[in-house]
């Protein structure tokens, strides 16, 4: 454990960088403009009511593999963190093999150290395992703080494991900050074990912060939902009932989701 003289010079300096540096969210090429999913990698997560090609899809880690069961065959964005690209540990090892071979839309992938910052580095850890994007995006440290900030009103300084949000949490205000008109969550359960790839039943990390922030954004107003009945019971999120987007609206979103689905997604290098 970081003595106390470590730990208050590790909040003094990100405190006194953050505020000097005013780094920006991280933004999507297009702003949402309708319903966004959000699918994480529990091991049970269902279809939204309504689902159709209005709706954008941010899947999380590896979770794009539940999406194929909807009969789409690449998210619209993926958040990854690092550790996913290289790590050894089960979780990361994991990630890259039922990756392999697929692709999504716009890729931002979630960096801690300023080593991992290179793009060239991360391209050659996607091209390993043949993951094809769109478009690669870099995420720090301050771009996250700065996002759960100007979403939530929090300054969270990512100490440690314990008052860190899971990457699905970052998925849920990055899509705030953009525009969607509603998120809806899958297969993000702050109370289960697990990951719908694999039968190692890991713990999950980050449990109790993750359910303070969804009941603090659900406070705050925020159109949050669930489209699991037993994360609707256990945490308190509505459940989704389907879209309630004018139909003009829905069908210019619609058009333009098409048209990024069916953009070439493979950057490989």
Request: aromatic residues 8%; positive net charge; charged residues 20%.
């Amino acid at each position: 454990m970081p003595s106390l003289l470590a730990q208050m010079h590790k909040i003094i300096y990100r405190r006194i960088r953050y505020t000097l540096t005013r780094p920006k969210p991280p933004k999507t090429s297009v702003p949402f403009a309708g319903p966004v999913v959000v699918v994480g990698s529990a091991p049970v997560s269902h279809k939204p009511v309504g689902f159709d090609e209005t709706y954008r899809i941010i899947s999380v880690n590896a979770s794009q593999i539940a999406v194929h069961a909807w009969g789409i065959d690449a998210p619209d964005i993926t958040l990854m963190g690092f550790n996913e690209l290289q790590g050894g540990n089960t979780a990361a090892v994991e990630t890259r093999r039922v990756l392999t071979g697929h692709r999504t839309g716009a890729l931002y992938v979630l960096t801690w150290r300023r080593g991992q910052k290179r793009q060239g580095r991360v391209e050659n850890n996607l091209n390993s395992f043949s993951y094809c994007y769109r478009d690669l995006h870099l995420v720090g440290r301050y771009q996250r703080i700065a996002l759960m900030h100007k979403a939530s009103g929090l300054v969270n300084l990512e100490l440690d494991a314990e008052t860190k949000c899971s990457n699905g949490m970052i998925a849920v205000l990055f899509a705030l900050y953009n525009g969607a008109s509603a998120v809806i969550i899958t297969g993000i359960n702050p109370h289960s074990n697990g990951h719908i790839y694999n039968s190692a039943n890991l713990t999950r990390k980050h449990t109790r912060f993750d359910r303070d922030i969804l009941i603090r954004l659900l406070r705050q107003g925020y159109p949050i939902y669930t489209a699991d009945p037993q994360v609707s019971e256990e945490v308190g999120l509505p459940l989704w009932q389907g879209d309630k987007e004018p139909k003009s609206k829905s069908a210019q979103q619609a058009t333009v989701n098409s048209q990024q689905r069916s953009s070439p997604a493979c950057q490989l290098r």
